[in-house]
């Protein structure tokens, strides 16, 4: 099997170690010769890269580790680029949930205003690291997750038509590994999903098991009464008490399409006011981050690089991202593993947009990924990803055109925004924010 060379583009990321170390453990399924950390903030990267190095020399000595801010030793001789950069860092984060807040208008990182805030942050830095990738190493595949995918997906189909990305999101991966405990069942794999829809956006339609008896009734016994919720006393990942609250909100959510199973997402749209409720305007998810997760990264970052050693760290492996792992082989082997990915619409769904990027179940090989026809869709669920696709094209439109009047039809569109007057005085205020990352609208 070929050994691969690999570029964790946002080398600093607070993910970084968790998709080390899943990497590292995934070593028999995609063995790699090397591990290039890139990012554009040398500081935060240091403290990163050089625990990563320990755990990398500690676990697999033989990979070559390369830390750098050059973009040239970065994207050269690599395979894959695996893309997950926060343009602005938390400190924007911050400020793209607090700003709508000020209005009573959702505060999320991708939802809503704050998610338009931070696309057009994202919007440049993917396309930077595309053209990278292409200058580089042309024969290589980005894996992007960065956030919002649904922008910057739509942003790399629109001004990168030939680039060779995957957009992929981790949020249906984590449903469904609820799902499959709700189930009983060891691992999603068991399940065979259709879904479609937008990125934090979508409908699962149908699940099976491999056999293809029908798990929805069990599943919606479930979620009508529980949402997503689990008994969290011994999970892992993404159940702290805001992550809780999404997870019970959801039998509201199912409540409205009760024929299928929503995106947790979805309750900023279809609850807006809820959500604007519960939030405190001066600690949001943001601050939680910052003083959570961030803190205990770094920190053990920080101790791992000064002892030259991982013993007693509390790092864990990021074991819900090893999709990428699946993804990556799916590309290097043509194993035509079935994820679900963010693709232009072409049919996928019959009754759409055929430019919307939409989320749906795909083939994946060596040549990328095959879209599976999920047919018709129901009006209502039509209507709301309509509105939402518009949004999205309107956003890039804006970046494109440097546009005003587009960025704020796009926020007057929004489900979470109440009305135009708002929609202006929350973008002139985000404007003023954004000055350094935004382009000069006009």
Request: aromatic share 8%; with cysteine; hydrophobic share 40%.
């Amino acid at each position: 099997m070929k050994k691969h060379s690999i570029v964790i583009a946002g080398g600093g990321s607070t993910f970084t170690p968790g998709i080390v170390l899943m990497l590292l453990d995934n070593l028999d399924r995609l063995p790699i010769r090397q591990i290039k950390f890139y990012d554009n903030d040398e500081a935060r990267q240091d403290i990163v890269a050089d625990a990563c190095k320990v755990i990398i020399k500690e676990k697999a000595p033989e990979i070559n580790v390369v830390k750098t801010i050059d973009p040239e030793t970065a994207f050269t001789d690599v395979d894959f680029v695996m893309a997950h950069i926060r343009v602005g860092k938390y400190k924007m984060r911050e400020m793209d949930e607090k700003l709508p807040l000020k209005y009573g208008v959702v505060g999320q990182e991708t939802c809503g205003p704050g998610g338009m805030s931070y696309g057009m942050r994202s919007i440049g830095g993917v396309l930077e690291l595309v053209d990278y990738m292409e200058q580089y190493s042309p024969d290589a595949w980005m894996l992007n997750y960065s956030n919002p995918a649904a922008i910057v997906a739509e942003a790399t189909r629109k001004l990168r038509p030939n680039a060779k990305i995957l957009n992929i999101c981790d949020m249906p991966i984590s449903i469904e590994n609820l799902m499959a405990q709700i189930l009983g069942l060891s691992s999603r794999k068991e399940m065979k999903v259709r879904y479609y829809g937008l990125n934090h956006f979508g409908w699962w339609t149908s699940i099976t098991d491999q056999a293809g008896n029908d798990l929805m009734p069990q599943l919606k016994a479930h979620v009508k009464d529980h949402g997503y919720a689990i008994d969290f006393s011994d999970a892992g990942q993404h159940v702290d008490k805001s992550w809780q609250d999404t997870f019970k909100k959801v039998k509201d959510v199912y409540a409205l399409a009760p024929d299928t199973m929503p995106n947790t997402y979805l309750k900023y749209y279809l609850y807006p006011q809820d959500e604007v409720e519960k939030t405190d305007p001066d600690y949001t998810r943001a601050n939680q981050v910052m003083d959570g997760r961030e803190k205990h990264v770094f920190t053990e970052c920080k101790r791992i690089a000064e002892n030259q050693s991982t013993e007693g760290s509390t790092l864990e492996i990021d074991e819900h991202a090893s999709y990428i792992v699946d993804l990556a082989r799916a590309i290097a082997y043509n194993t035509g593993e079935r994820m679900l990915l963010i693709v232009e619409n072409n049919g996928a769904i019959s009754n759409f947009e055929p430019t919307a990027m939409v989320e749906v179940p795909c083939i994946v090989g060596k040549n990328g990924p095959e879209p599976l026809t999920q047919g018709e869709i129901p009006r209502f669920q039509k209507g709301l990803m309509e509105q939402q696709v518009a949004v999205e094209k309107l956003v890039v439109e804006a970046y494109a055109e440097k546009s005003y009047q587009k960025l704020w039809q796009a926020l007057t569109l929004s489900r979470t925004v109440p009305n135009a007057r708002v929609a202006k005085e929350l973008l002139d205020d985000l404007i003023e924010a954004n000055i350094d990352f935004w382009p000069t609208l006009k």
